[in-house]
């Protein structure tokens, strides 16, 4: 085994698919990527010493809040202050009745990120600030999803975290060490953009159903979401295009038999071989043709039918009855779901083109240029990848958070029905009844959920309209 160390992190890899992932990076359409942190904005009011705006790294895991804010007071315990161990209580960070949320800070290093916010979480954190152990440019924490305890709370994770620079995270632990009161506000209304009454979103996937976690994990995103994503789509509220990552093989790699397995149209567009393994099971090739399939039944079904939510049924038709596991992993079975959506499998194949040509295909070029970020956009470099709105999406893919970062993205009044049914509600109302005013005799209140966060708005009671702040 080799041992790579990233950002503290250890993780190992098989020499054997270290190999070949080396061999496909070095072929990748863009070797400098640029990859670009998404953040969100961090409001220190008190102390007085501190106060200003900060900004910090969301986390890819868990559930930032898109669209909505959290404030509360800042806790830091010195006898756990990595986080890496649990903190003994289930309530040590709970708000008290009339209290606001805790938001813990935690310190880096030592064990993985999401650890350390599983082990705040399980103590009644209601978010988790990382503070940087160096003077650098903030990064994105990563989900070690290749790791099989970590698998095990990943899906868990419930509360928002985000990085932050060393330096705030020094001012923040001496205030609370001198006994300040420290409170601060996170913002997130700002991270997707909302310009009009439509969002634009991409999903970069694979077809590949043999790699661990990250597969099972888009696998179930896919159909836990269809329905919500052909709900907008079909109403015309998202303009929805799912996205597939290829590499190109080396020059001088193009006679082995690594390039030739794993590549099509003479090493142009290439995968990595799903099992690690060229003796045995499928090859890379198998898997880029299948990519290329999904792309053109999307495709089709937008210019023959006027359906591109066919593509949800067809990938979740394709995983259920075409798995790697089933050795049904091929084009007949593909083909038989195809058929069963009502498209012509022939104006399939003319769309993928002849694999087998020494020339570029148009749709899978098309795709590799895509991946290279433009303007502020950064470059897709890791699969799964959800991009709204031109911003790329950090934390869980999971039905309810997605769907929150995409309800998000609409201009504000705008959104459409989904987006303000009672599953997306934030459930701020619960803890204190919010801040807002209320009647417990009468069973009042002012306190309203959103998905974008509770408001204070003076209720309207049998025809009676109450009047205030709130």
């Not at 909505?68 to 006898?79: P, W």
């Not at 899978?364 to 999406?393: C, F, H, I, W």
């Not at 869980?396 to 009672?422: N, Q, T, Y």
């Not at 109302?429 to 204070?456: E, P, S, Y």
């Amino acid at each position: 085994m080799i041992r790579i160390q990233k950002n503290r992190e250890m993780c190992k890899l098989p020499l054997t698919l270290l190999i070949v992932w080396t061999c496909f990076l070095i072929g990748f359409p863009y070797v400098k990527a640029r990859f670009v942190v998404e953040t969100n904005s961090l409001s220190v009011t008190s102390p007085d010493s501190i106060k200003g705006q900060y900004t910090s790294a969301i986390g890819n895991f868990g559930v930032p809040d898109y669209g909505g804010t959290l404030a509360g007071t800042i806790a830091y315990s010195t006898e756990n202050a990595f986080a890496c161990s649990e903190f003994g209580s289930t309530d040590k960070f709970k708000s008290r009745p009339g209290g606001q949320p805790v938001i813990v800070v935690v310190d880096r290093g030592g064990c993985y990120f999401a650890l350390k916010v599983w082990n705040a979480q399980k103590a009644g954190a209601a978010a988790v600030l990382v503070a940087d152990d160096r003077e650098e440019p903030l990064i994105t924490m990563d989900s070690p999803t290749e790791d099989t305890v970590a698998a095990d709370f990943l899906d868990n994770i419930t509360i928002p975290s985000a990085l932050i620079e060393k330096s705030l995270g020094d001012k923040l632990k001496k205030a609370i060490g001198n006994n300040e009161m420290v409170s601060c506000k996170l913002d997130w209304r700002e991270s997707v953009p909302h310009p009009d009454e439509r969002v634009e979103y991409e999903f970069w996937t694979s077809s590949n159903d043999e790699c661990g976690v990250r597969c099972q994990t888009q696998t179930e995103f896919v159909k836990n979401f269809k329905g919500a994503a052909q709900i907008l789509e079909k109403g015309g509220y998202t303009l929805f295009t799912p996205h597939y990552i290829t590499w190109f093989c080396p020059e001088a790699f193009l006679t082995t038999r690594q390039c030739k397995s794993q590549c099509i149209n003479n090493g142009r567009y290439c995968h990595p071989d799903p099992e690690q393994d060229f003796d045995s099971g499928y090859d890379g090739k198998d898997v880029v043709l299948q990519n290329l399939r999904e792309i053109c039944v999307y495709k089709i079904a937008n210019e023959t039918l006027a359906r591109p939510w066919l593509w949800w049924d067809f990938v979740t038709d394709f995983q259920i009855r075409c798995p790697m596991s089933q050795k049904q992993y091929n084009q007949d079975c593909a083909e038989q779901v195809i058929a069963s959506l009502g498209l012509e499998v022939q104006k399939i194949r003319d769309c993928m083109g002849d694999p087998e040509a020494d020339s570029d295909n148009q749709i899978l070029k098309a795709e590799q240029e895509a991946q290279v970020g433009k303007g502020s956009r950064g470059d897709v470099t890791m699969l799964p990848t959800l991009v709204v709105n031109n911003v790329q999406y950090r934390g869980k893919l999971d039905r309810g958070a997605v769907l929150k970062a995409i309800c998000s993205g609409f201009e504000e009044e705008r959104e459409p029905a989904i987006c303000l049914s009672p599953e997306m509600e934030t459930n701020e109302c619960l803890t204190n009844n919010g801040g807002c005013w209320q009647d417990v005799k009468a069973n009042i209140t002012a306190c309203k959920d959103t998905f974008r966060g509770r408001v204070c708005q003076c209720p309207l009671v049998n025809g009676v309209q109450f009047q205030g702040d709130g």
